[in-house]
């Protein structure tokens, strides 16, 4: 009775998180459509009304594509689950290796081998087609190709490790696995922040040294007014794979580092770059950072904390299509079970995780615009929705779901109403 009850609801929350999804889409569709033709009051004296065409366009293909991208997600976790598919990869592995260590590691590497085989032809798409038709892609289908090899490469050599201790860990340690688990991921956490900026991403793009002297005056002017003590100031060349810009800082403790697009320091006058770095460091002075890890701990903790208890229960497994081993250890099928069904459960509840969210961005807003000036956070804001083309019009509710930051729209006239620019 418990199996098909949480079958039931499994089909249920899948429904409405597919029919949520299309939903939001066609809002947020004809939302952008139906504002294509006329810029924004606030805008329209500094985006072209051709540039503001094109990114409803852009807009719109993307939605439009991520429709089908959800679609063909909820069949492949359909045949994962209640088709049969973990059960059936399961116990091919079963039959060619028995039980033991090497049949739980290899199911999770099989299963991460298949899924990603299944979602290659949408990311192909997404970069060579739709990407590449507003001007985006830099990427040759050579270097997507080494990307998702070293990828694989760097997952491997940091995940497998990772896995094997909290496979040992949930097999050997008792009811209270969960917690030397998450002890254990919320360390690999904190080592990862560390050794992400100078070991894992330069495997995948090239830093080099700021050696505008003129910028790096104004920046470091920046970072003393704030209190702010980086290890570098570094320029990533992001355009090879992309005409997206951004700016970021990466990294923990005196390890931090700011590393900013190439693509960013093409289109943006030295102060607005400023301008977007305040913004920046207004997270990690406001405490955004540690506040957000906090929470990701968390949720970690709790997540974990339910995973022990369902991995005790055959329903969790029957009512998902899987038919536990008897005697034997199912931990790896309840950490895969767990992973691929947690966001179906989850995601009706979005919009609740974008509050705190947007909240830290407005602040984030506030702190650039005390410490440098206004005027040159709006106009950066500006040409970044513009070089990237993200809609200036979304749709309210579409947003609530998908978007940690504020429309451009109501961020540039919070701004204004502070009195701040």
């Given at each position: 009775m418990l199996s098909s009850a949480f079958s039931v609801l499994f089909v249920v929350f899948l429904l409405l998180t597919l029919g949520l999804r299309y939903w939001l889409a066609r809002r947020h569709i004809r939302h952008v459509l139906r504002h294509r033709d006329q810029v924004p009051a606030e805008f329209a004296a500094k985006?072209?009304?051709?540039?503001?065409?094109?990114?409803?366009?852009?807009?719109?293909?993307?939605t439009r594509f991520g429709l089908w991208a959800?679609?063909?997600?909820?069949?492949?976790?359909?045949?994962?689950?209640?088709?049969?598919?973990?059960?059936?990869?399961?116990?091919?592995?079963?039959?060619?290796l028995g039980p033991g260590m090497g049949h739980q590691i290899l199911l999770i590497v099989a299963f991460a081998i298949?899924?990603?085989?299944?979602?290659?032809?949408?990311?192909?798409?997404?970069?060579?087609?739709?990407e590449e038709r507003f001007g985006f892609n830099k990427m040759t289908v050579g270097l997507w190709i080494a990307d998702a090899v070293k990828g694989g490469l760097v997952g491997a050599v940091i995940g497998l490790p990772l896995l094997w201790v909290v496979l040992t860990l949930m097999d050997r340690t008792g009811a209270l696995w969960w917690l030397y688990a998450w002890?254990?991921?919320s360390g690999f956490q904190l080592l990862m922040m560390v050794l992400y900026p100078t070991v894992i991403a330069p495997i995948f793009n090239k830093f080099t040294p700021l050696t505008d002297d003129k910028l790096k005056h104004r920046?470091?002017?920046?970072?003393?007014?704030?209190?702010f003590a980086a290890k570098g100031l570094f320029v990533m060349d992001g355009s090879k794979r992309s005409a997206h810009g951004n700016a970021y800082f990466s990294g923990f403790g005196s390890n931090k580092r700011i590393v900013f697009f190439d693509t960013l320091l093409s289109r943006l006058a030295p102060e607005e770059i400023e301008a977007v770095l305040a913004h920046e460091l207004g997270h990690f002075k406001l405490k955004h950072i540690i506040k957000r890890i906090g929470v990701l701990f968390a949720l970690s903790l709790a997540f974990l904390a339910l995973l022990g208890w369902l991995k005790t229960q055959v329903w969790f497994?029957?009512?998902?299509?899987?038919?536990?081993l008897l005697g034997q250890s199912n931990d790896a099928m309840a950490l895969l079970l767990f992973t691929l069904v947690l966001p179906v459960f989850t995601f009706p509840f979005s919009p609740l995780t974008s509050i705190t969210s947007r909240k830290h961005e407005f602040e984030a807003d506030a702190f650039a615009a005390s410490h440098s000036d206004a005027r040159d956070l709006v106009s950066a804001l500006v040409k970044m929705y513009e070089d990237n083309a993200a809609t200036l019009t979304p749709d309210p509710i579409h947003s609530a779901f998908y978007d940690s930051h504020p429309p451009a729209s109501v961020r540039i006239r919070h701004l204004r109403l502070a009195g701040v620019a």
């Open positions: 985006i072209p009304l051709s540039a503001h065409q094109k990114a409803a366009d852009y807009t719109v293909a993307k959800a679609l063909w997600n909820t069949l492949v976790l359909t045949g994962f689950t209640l088709l049969g598919g973990l059960q059936a990869l399961s116990t091919a592995l079963l039959h060619a298949v899924s990603g085989g299944l979602d290659l032809p949408f990311s192909y798409y997404r970069q060579f087609v739709l002890l254990v991921w920046i470091e002017g920046l970072m003393t007014r704030v209190g497994y029957t009512g998902l299509g899987v038919l536990p």
